[in-house]
Each structure stands twice: as C-alpha cells, then as structure tokens.
Nanobody, 129 residues
C-alpha cells in the first residue's frame, strides 16, 4: 500500500518554528519529485515548495521564501519542511506529495497539484497568539 503520512503540525505563536515530517511507505521516494502544499480555511490548496529527486533544485512560493526549507532523507524515505518565522497567514493544513514522475519539470516554479499523484492526509498548522 502506497502511503504518505505527515506529522509535526501543531499550534505555535507568530515568530515560532515547526518542522513537518513526511514518511513514505510502500514506495521509494528517491526517484520522485516531492512537494509540500497547504490549504488555508476557505481557500484552495496551494503549492508551498518542491524538490527534485536529486535535490538539485528547490522551489518556494514567494510568501515563504527565506523562512521555509524543504529537505529529504532518501535513506530514511522521509521528507521535511522546516518552517521558521511563522506568521498567522501560514495557518492551514499542510500536505506532502510525491510526483507521478521523476521529471524535474514538475518542480519548476511554484508546484501545481496536477503532477503529484501521491498525497498524505495532511497535518494542521495553526499560528496564533
């Protein structure tokens, strides 16, 4: 069974940090593009960040550049999103996803949902004082 499971969400004050983790089972992430997406209350899901299979390219949506860092540990089949200097507008459900292809083309600019075929169930991040 192919599965992605996120963890690490929670409630944090503005300016705080969280590290999201995503564990893959049933398949190997090494050769796949990975991405993080989020959905704020009442809004559509949006791309946050992505990384190519070899890790040579990363992309971030403008609102998180300089604050969020995507990483992967292929030996552990894990993906991470380090989130610093969190703001209330970062609140939402965060999803990790793996691409249906290893093509780096799906990690060009802000990631779009379409090319990502494997999704986790999401983890809630709430930034509030």
């Amino acid at each position: 069974q192919l599965q992605l499971v996120e963890s690490g969400g929670g409630q944090v004050q503005p300016g705080g940090s969280l590290r999201l983790s995503c564990s893959a089972s049933g398949f190997i992430l090494d050769y796949l593009v990975i991405g993080w997406f989020r959905q704020a209350p009442g809004k559509d899901r949006e791309g946050v960040s992505c990384m190519t299979s070899g890790g040579s390219r990363t992309e971030y949506t403008d609102s998180v550049k300089g604050r969020f860092t995507i990483s992967r540990d292929n030996a552990k089949n894990m993906v991470y999103l380090q989130m610093n200097s969190l703001k209330p507008e970062d609140t939402g459900v965060y999803y990790c996803a793996a691409g249906l292809t290893s093509s780096p083309a799906i990690c060009t600019g802000v990631p779009r949902q379409g090319p990502y075929g494997y999704w986790g169930q999401g983890t809630q991040v709430t930034v509030s004082s």
